[in-house]
């Protein structure tokens, strides 16, 4: 088995994920973030290492994530997360190598995402019922 090299333990340093969804590369390829569809949680792979070197839980599932162009932050699409006075959804912007949440984003049913070529805007897909006339919010 030719992968067998590259298997990644999720309980490794203490940091426990319950199972391994989607993940995304960093754009130089040193670290690959982790979802964890059952617990709700986002693991840091460090490349190098081979290992989890951190894990934080998110306030829901996640439905899209990616690493930005800057190599140092991530977004991610939490269309359950709770928010005081409106529909559920956020976007949250975090740390892709610690895992800090940096900022969260009010975006009722926010579901997929995606980065402009150029790295400075967001484009984030709702769903039906949170948006009228189908209007697709950017992030600048």
């Known amino acids: 088995d030719l992968l067998s090299p590259y298997v990644v ?4 340093l203490g940091t426990n994920v319950s199972d391994a969804g989607m993940i995304a590369l960093s754009p130089n390829h040193d670290r690959t973030l982790v979802m964890s569809p059952r617990d709700s949680k986002l693991a840091v792979v460090d490349n190098v290492k081979e290992a989890i070197v951190g ?10 994530f990616f690493v930005s162009s800057d190599n140092n932050s991530a977004f991610l699409a939490i269309p359950s997360a709770s928010v005081s006075g409106q529909a559920p959804g956020v976007v949250q912007k975090v740390s892709s190598s610690g895992g800090t949440v940096d900022a969260t984003l009010p975006i009722p049913g926010a579901h997929y995402l995606v980065q402009s070529p150029s790295g400075n805007q967001i484009a984030v897909w709702l769903s039906m019922t949170s948006m009228p006339d189908g209007m697709i919010p950017r992030i600048s």
Do not use: I, R
């Open 9 to 12: 333990s999720l309980a490794t």
């Open 55 to 64: 894990s934080f839980t998110l306030p829901g599932p996640c439905e899209s």
